[in-house]
């Protein structure tokens, strides 16, 4: 047996652990990347169906599931299986039950979350025909919703990637929930802004966009390699100098960005960017955002808006779907059974919830029996985040609270808790009507925005916006 399988089998093993599919498979050079890299991916494409398949026809003959999937895989994708053993044998006895099954549950296989669209920004710097340029090489439009915002199918995608405009840092893909972040703050020219859990950046560079040139940017973010992705975005821009240690900005105080180890390495936790015409500064805080305190922000004076976009279950996300499949067909019996937290565990139909039902409807959906604790811990340090915000920036007037997950424990939840706290602020519209959650069980629900993928041809967002009375 070809011992490519048994790479693939061990990627696949530590994807289901939680870890991304790009992060695994990158960690190690491999000259079969391609297509290791292929198989895991297809495996997790149909994870749920492989998985039926091998409890079915599987299940005795291979002990090792991870291996079992794999090759129910390359058999249906290729054909065939190379190499030699007597467990290819086995599978080749039943290669014609095999994709019948396959076959029908193929046809019969639930709802998936398809995003058709892909959406990015254009820099014009210093030539202002570049967007007519790119729309006669590709077929890109403005986006309808989202100022600035284009988006093209995703199947030219590659063609966009592969242009001189995206090599040369003149185009960068971000998503239109990004988008309806910042939309929701109504950003002017000239204003400071916070951006809270800034990395990767798509909020902060919307921003900038919308600043005009000019203005403040504070972002904050935790982990040191999230930071230094941050600043490496924002720099792309060929607009902006920097990163400097110091506000004033001196050319001795200056930093070439190539050089990662000295940054993470660095004992200093502020950075500072600005742009060529001296009237946008952006200073990042590499920290704890719950250890900065109101005197951080004195100095500020008035702060207009601050993004408050906490970690999260990613439940919005196309990848999402992989990940709960995982963790459905990996997860050992055992530690649901002594998981004592977990609800509704004996209610059969629940077990066999699937999320995307309620979501491809425009409901929220329920949380799985398998994230209810991570949920639980997620929400809490929502919350904390949250009110650390509106009770730390006090000078600011505006606080946009987001995440990209579906989860009601993770966004209205998280909403009602904060505001019992903090009765000087009352919710406004997050957006427009078009996006507005009109079936909400809350009173605020029809102020904020929920997007579906199926519908609005994007992530899974959730904004509320909050303001002083």
């Known amino acids: 047996m070809s011992f490519i399988y048994r790479k693939a089998a061990q990627m696949l093993m530590k994807c289901s652990k939680g870890d991304g599919i790009k992060d695994v498979l990158f960690k190690k050079e491999d000259q079969s990347i391609k297509k290791i890299y292929f198989i895991v991916h297809k495996s997790m494409e149909d994870l749920d169906i492989f998985n039926k398949i091998y409890n079915t026809h599987l299940s005795k003959i291979c002990k090792n599931k991870y291996l079992g999937i794999v090759l129910l895989c390359v058999l249906i994708h290729r054909k065939k299986i190379d190499g030699g053993g007597e467990l290819k044998r086995e599978i080749l006895k039943k290669e014609k039950e095999i994709f019948k099954?396959?076959?029908?549950?193929?046809?019969?296989?639930?709802?998936?979350?398809?995003?058709?669209?892909?959406?990015?920004?254009?820099?014009?710097?210093?030539?202002?025909?570049?967007?007519?340029?790119?729309?006669?090489?590709?077929?890109?439009?403005?986006?309808?919703?989202?100022?600035?915002?284009?988006?093209?199918?995703?199947?030219?995608?590659?063609?966009?990637?592969?242009?001189?405009?995206?090599?040369?840092?003149?185009?960068?893909?971000?998503?239109?929930?990004?988008?309806?972040?910042?939309?929701?703050?109504?950003?002017?020219?000239?204003?400071?802004?916070?951006?809270?859990?800034?990395?990767?950046?798509?909020?902060?560079?919307?921003?900038?966009?919308?600043?005009?040139?000019?203005?403040?940017?504070?972002?904050?973010?935790?982990?040191?390699?999230?930071?230094?992705?941050?600043?490496?975005?924002?720099?792309?821009?060929?607009?902006?100098?920097?990163?400097?240690?110091?506000?004033?900005m001196s050319e001795t105080d200056k930093i070439n960005i190539d050089k990662k180890d000295l940054f993470i390495n660095n004992e200093n936790n502020i950075y500072y960017i600005k742009h060529k015409n001296n009237e946008l500064i952006i200073k990042i805080y590499n920290c704890d955002f719950l250890k900065l305190t109101h005197k951080d922000f004195q100095e500020i004076g008035d702060i207009d808006v601050v993004f408050v976009d906490p970690s999260c279950s990613s439940s919005g996300m196309p990848d999402f779907v992989h990940k709960e499949n995982m963790r459905k067909v990996f997860l050992q019996t055992k530690q649901i059974e002594n998981d004592k937290n977990k609800q509704n565990e004996k209610d059969e139909k629940y077990n066999s919830y699937n999320i995307y039902s309620d979501i491809s409807e425009e409901r929220i959906p329920k949380v799985p029996n398998t994230l209810i604790d991570k949920i639980k811990n997620l929400s809490n340090f929502q919350k904390d985040i949250l009110n650390h915000a509106l009770v730390t920036i006090k000078t600011a007037k505006t606080f946009v609270y987001s995440t990209c997950s579906f989860f009601e424990e993770e966004n209205e939840q998280v909403i009602k808790n904060v505001l019992e706290k903090n009765s000087e602020f009352s919710i406004e519209n997050a957006g427009t009507d078009k996006f507005l959650f009109k079936n909400g069980k809350y009173e605020f629900s029809d102020k904020c925005v929920r997007t579906f993928p199926n519908r609005d041809n994007c992530r899974g967002i959730f904004i509320c916006k909050m303001c002083r009375k």
């Open 101 to 248: 099954l396959y076959n029908n549950l193929k046809n019969n296989n639930d709802v998936k979350i398809n995003i058709l669209t892909k959406y990015f920004i254009i820099y014009l710097n210093d030539n202002p025909n570049i967007v007519n340029e790119i729309k006669t090489l590709l077929p890109i439009e403005n986006d309808e919703d989202v100022e600035n915002l284009y988006k093209i199918c995703t199947s030219k995608v590659k063609n966009l990637i592969d242009s001189i405009y995206y090599k040369n840092d003149k185009i960068r893909i971000l998503d239109k929930s990004s988008g309806l972040v910042v939309k929701s703050a109504n950003i002017q020219k000239g204003m400071t802004i916070v951006d809270v859990c800034s990395s990767p950046g798509s909020k902060a560079i919307l921003s900038l966009l919308n600043l005009e040139n000019k203005g403040y940017l504070i972002c904050i973010e935790k982990s040191k390699t999230r930071c230094y992705t941050l600043i490496r975005e924002i720099l792309k821009n060929n607009e902006y100098i920097g990163y400097y240690t110091n506000e004033n």
